[in-house]
């Protein structure tokens, strides 16, 4: 009997994101695409929805329910006042050898001291330390700069035998880098179930503790000595009095996600906790501030 060689058919699902919104949109399709997303970065950045997260999946019988599941999960974005999200649009994709090639454009990228890589790479460098993410929140055209920045701050922060809170956890990067940087004890929280069970996994798959919980800021008992918040800034304004409750005397706050825009109002928010800057990072349009009370 003949056997069948009939390669699945692939369905790409494109959102356009304004640039504020593609790490929440980059994490939802991530949940329903194979192997993660991608994302197609302007080269002169014209505001609104200029950027597109793209994501495949086979077209099969759960498809449709899959691209229905993501419509209603990105029409829920609407509601943290992100920047503006295009229509969810569908699209056969022809090339039969597209994946591999799409797979060989996701590269290993180093940030500050850790090389953060796609788990069918095997590359590895002496002097830094890897995490293994599979293309989701991490990867796109490239880590979004929101990450980068909080990476650089988990890689000069002291971390040995510390606590450490991270909230928004998502993919669990940051929860990844700071117990592979010595943190004793690390939460991950989340208010989506499904980014808490992927966080949870990636720990595992990267051979570190991490407690992944749903909930945000207000859901955690207890003191902790750093807090990593890469959020945006009108959920920053809004939780500052939960993220100040949950650090201890004298610890560090890394919130990130923040718009040159957004910068004041999340600073005054913070004040107003009796938090203040001892570090901040601008690039591309995107602070990250580092506080202490």
Known sequence: MATSTARPRWLEIAVP??????????????????????VDVPVAPRGGADHTV?????????????????????????????????????????????LEAWKSTVTPIRVGRF??????????????????LDPGMAFGTGLHPTTQQCLEAVSYLDLEGLRVLDVGTGSGILAIAAAKRGAREVVGVDTDPLAVR?????????????EGRLGSAADVDGKFDVVLANLVGSVLVQIAPNLRARLRT???????GITTQAERDVLSAFVAEGLGV??????????????TG
């Open 17 to 38: 994101a304004h640039a504020e919104a593609v790490e929440a949109v980059s994490e939802i399709l991530s949940r329903y695409g194979h192997n993660g997303i991608a």
């Open 54 to 98: 793209k994501a495949y999946l086979v077209e099969d019988v759960d498809a449709v329910a899959k691209v229905a599941d993501a419509r209603d999960a990105l029409g829920h974005l609407q509601a943290f006042g992100l920047g503006p999200i295009g229509e969810l649009a569908v699209r056969e994709v022809e090339d039969e050898d597209w």
């Open 115 to 132: 090389l953060v890589r796609p788990t069918w790479s095997d590359v590895t460098a002496p002097d830094a330390i890897t995490i293994a």
């Open 198 to 210: 992927a966080a949870n996994e990636n720990a595992v798959a990267n051979g570190v503790t991490v």
């Open 250 to 256: 004298s610890g560090s706050l890394v919130a990130a």
């Open 278 to 291: 001892v570090d901040r990072d601008e690039r591309a349009d995107w602070v990250r501030l580092v506080l």
